[in-house]
């Protein structure tokens, strides 16, 4: 299918509207607005979706225990919404459904551990060129940074709640009963250019995700929001026809075509575009919301 704008649409009545089932989302750059927030506008479209027996997951790079935080509580009513939540987290890495975590995908440590010493090369004072990078290991209990000046703590805190200093990266992969889900990297220049330079040469098990103009994570090649959409239509027994789906980057390339109403931001990669069956209005026009409530109203 052609990509198409939004507005061509057709919009039929009522009992012959697409029987869509499922919406995804991702965060930044697709549902929150130009401050990183939650638009107002969002929670009635989520209650509509419950009254339809529409399930709304968001799948975002940041950390299970963020997404948790954001949408835990309905914040134009003060409902409790934890147990009936569904989330897709650490680019598909943690996946939870309605309040049960479904799957959860770990790394080897032996890998972790040769990452975090690239990184130590890169940043040393001797290196050529060195690199202002700032490594995360995302852990399921926690998430973990060594480098602790606060322009690169403040980048963190907006996608990791959970997270904790230590003094040695290395200490973490000590610790038997944590599982390793990604390694995420932030660039305080830009982060294409690093991966390509650093990265490249993975094991096959492995890839790196370019997730968003600073941001890169490494994780397991296997696994990507694309897998996270698959398990959660798999345990809603539906089908991509009654999926929709809306992204901006190309992390979210894959769980595009987990869907025929794929929508790619107006303000997303020109790669995210090509793949994406139709265009929705920009995040900062509330774009998610204008498009939900025309499909579904």
């Not at 990183?36 to 979706?49: A, Y």
């Not at 509580?73 to 934890?82: C, E, F, L, P």
Request: proline share 4%; net charge negative.
């Amino acid at each position: 299918m052609a990509t198409r704008q939004w507005d061509e649409i057709e919009v039929e009545p009522t009992e012959k509207r697409p029987d869509i089932r499922l919406v995804v989302a991702d965060m930044d750059g697709t549902l929150l607005d130009a401050n990183s927030q939650i638009p107002d506008s969002f929670w009635p479209m989520l209650s509509k979706l419950e009254e339809r027996g529409i399930a709304f997951v968001p799948a975002s790079g940041r950390q299970f225990q963020t997404l948790e935080d954001m949408f835990g509580t309905d914040s134009a009513d003060g409902k409790d919404r934890s147990d009936s939540i569904s989330l897709i987290a650490e680019n598909g890495n943690v996946v939870c459904y309605r309040g049960d975590i479904i799957g959860v995908n770990g790394m080897d440590f032996d890998f972790a551990r040769q990452i975090i010493d690239t990184v130590d090369a890169a940043t040393a004072p001797t290196a050529n060129p060195r690199y202002n990078i700032g490594l995360v290991v995302c852990g399921l209990q926690s998430a973990y940074v060594q480098r602790d000046d606060e322009p690169f703590l403040q980048e963190c805190r907006k996608y990791y709640h959970a997270l904790r200093i230590v003094d040695d990266l290395h200490e973490v992969l000590e610790d038997e009963s944590e599982t390793i889900l990604k390694l995420a990297i932030f660039d305080f220049d830009a982060a294409e250019p690093m991966a390509k330079a650093l990265f490249s040469n993975l094991p096959e098990k492995y890839c790196i995700q370019v997730s968003a103009k600073h941001w890169a994570d490494i994780m397991r090649a296997d696994t990507d929001k694309r897998t996270g959409v698959e398990s959660i239509q798999e345990h809603m027994h539906i089908t991509p026809d009654q999926t929709a789906v809306f992204g901006d980057f190309l992390n979210d390339a894959g769980m595009l075509s987990d869907a025929t109403w794929s929508f790619a931001m107006e303000n997303a990669h020109d790669k995210v575009k090509e793949i994406a069956n139709f265009i929705a209005p920009a995040n900062t026009e509330e774009g998610v919301m204008q498009v939900v409530n025309r499909l579904v109203a």
